[in-house]
């Protein structure tokens, strides 16, 4: 049994079994295409950035987008998510106008050749967001900031309506390494992701997923600790989506680097699954298909031994 107390008035007292947590179904509507999340989705990482941690660079002209697109696609990528601001810490600020710049170049060409695939697109502007969906049919909105660097997100959002990813990040990209003193970590962020949730739901967005924020604004202990206790986040009633993939959590604990952290991924990506995680964010979109494969044949034979001992 675990017990936990927070502040928000959405969730004053809670107590959970821990073998519950996995049994609710939820289903998220992309643009009339209803996702059902009671097996694990995998989301692929699209940065058309200079400066992205891993792949900064690799995919800013027409000819490599479509043909990564088409890979993850190949691969078994769930969604396709599309980012053109780089949100990893100390990068370079860029305008609205030359983010929507780089981003319609690949919208555009995604649409022109594959009008089927569901994109979600990485920002935190209202703006963007706004054209992103009215424009290139987009589905999903994911914001690094759960609406706090742009005020007018949670309106449009609920205008749009269309699901919304909302991250916890202390501060902005520039400055969030300098804001890991937490009291509680778990606890802190439930609460702030569980404040975003109430008032989103009373805006009107029905379907909400969470992230946790690896990385941002976390120290690589802290970062641990979020993985260790993935499953409390399942308090906030909505899907969990674990974004782990390459990030220093892991090269830097293991004294490598980014272009060397696949194994790594893929350990905790399982561990993510195992606790709790419903949507996996990826750059090696075959590897998180394949893990997902493992933990669910392994989900299936323990559930045929747990009934066959009833």
Same mark, same amino acid.
């Given at each position: 049994m675990l017990i936990f107390t927070f502040t928000t008035p959405l969730t004053p007292i809670v107590e959970m079994d821990k073998d519950t947590l996995f049994v609710k179904k939820r289903i998220i509507n992309c643009g009339g295409k209803c996702i059902d999340l009671s097996d694990p989705k995998v989301i692929g990482i699209l940065n058309i950035t200079p400066d992205s941690f891993f792949d900064g660079g690799k995919y800013m002209d027409k000819n490599s987008i479509l043909k990564r697109i088409e890979e993850m696609t190949a691969e078994g990528a769930d969604i396709i998510d599309i980012g053109a601001?780089?949100?990893?810490?100390? !990068?370079?600020?860029?305008?609205?106008?030359?983010?929507?710049?780089?981003?319609?170049?690949?919208?555009?060409?995604?649409?022109?050749?594959?009008?089927?695939?569901?994109?979600?697109?990485?920002?935190?502007?209202?703006?963007?967001?706004?054209?992103?969906?009215?424009?290139?049919?987009?589905?999903?909105?994911?914001?690094?900031?759960?609406?706090?660097?742009?005020?007018?997100?949670?309106?449009?959002? !609920?205008?749009?309506?269309?699901?919304?990813?909302l991250m916890h990040m202390p501060g902005n990209p520039r400055n969030m390494q300098s804001k890991t003193d937490y009291k509680d970590l778990i606890?802190?962020?439930?609460?702030?992701?569980?404040?975003?949730?109430?008032?989103? #739901?009373? #805006?009107?967005?029905?379907?909400?997923?969470?992230?946790?924020?690896?990385?941002?604004? #976390?120290?690589?202990?802290?970062?641990?600790q979020l993985l260790a206790h993935l499953e409390v986040f399942k308090i906030l009633d909505c899907p969990v989506l674990a974004g782990i993939s390459r990030k220093s959590m892991i090269y830097k604990f293991l004294d490598t680097t980014a272009e060397n952290s696949l194994t790594g991924t893929i350990a905790l990506n399982m561990l993510a699954l195992v606790h709790g995680a419903d949507i996996l964010r990826v750059h090696d979109v075959k590897e998180a298909v394949q893990t997902i494969r493992l933990f669910l044949k392994t989900k299936e034979e323990g559930n045929k031994y747990l009934n066959l001992h009833k």
């Amino acid at each position: 049994m675990l017990i936990f107390t927070f502040t928000t008035p959405l969730t004053p007292i809670v107590e959970m079994d821990k073998d519950t947590l996995f049994v609710k179904k939820r289903i998220i509507n992309c643009g009339g295409k209803c996702i059902d999340l009671s097996d694990p989705k995998v989301i692929g990482i699209l940065n058309i950035t200079p400066d992205s941690f891993f792949d900064g660079g690799k995919y800013m002209d027409k000819n490599s987008i479509l043909k990564r697109i088409e890979e993850m696609t190949a691969e078994g990528a769930d969604i396709i998510d599309i980012g053109a601001y780089s949100s990893r810490p100390g !990068a370079v600020h860029i305008s609205e106008k030359e983010e929507l710049q780089r981003l319609t170049t690949a919208l555009g060409v995604v649409r022109d050749k594959h009008p089927e695939i569901i994109l979600s697109v990485d920002t935190f502007r209202s703006g963007v967001a706004r054209v992103a969906v009215n424009e290139y049919n987009v589905s999903i909105i994911n914001d690094v900031s759960a609406g706090k660097l742009d005020r007018k997100m949670h309106e449009m959002v !609920a205008k749009l309506q269309v699901p919304y990813i909302l991250m916890h990040m202390p501060g902005n990209p520039r400055n969030m390494q300098s804001k890991t003193d937490y009291k509680d970590l778990i606890n802190e962020i439930i609460d702030i992701l569980a404040d975003q949730v109430s008032l989103l #739901k009373r #805006k009107g967005v029905n379907d909400l997923i969470v992230d946790p924020g690896f990385g941002f604004g #976390k120290t690589i202990e802290q970062n641990y600790q979020l993985l260790a206790h993935l499953e409390v986040f399942k308090i906030l009633d909505c899907p969990v989506l674990a974004g782990i993939s390459r990030k220093s959590m892991i090269y830097k604990f293991l004294d490598t680097t980014a272009e060397n952290s696949l194994t790594g991924t893929i350990a905790l990506n399982m561990l993510a699954l195992v606790h709790g995680a419903d949507i996996l964010r990826v750059h090696d979109v075959k590897e998180a298909v394949q893990t997902i494969r493992l933990f669910l044949k392994t989900k299936e034979e323990g559930n045929k031994y747990l009934n066959l001992h009833k």
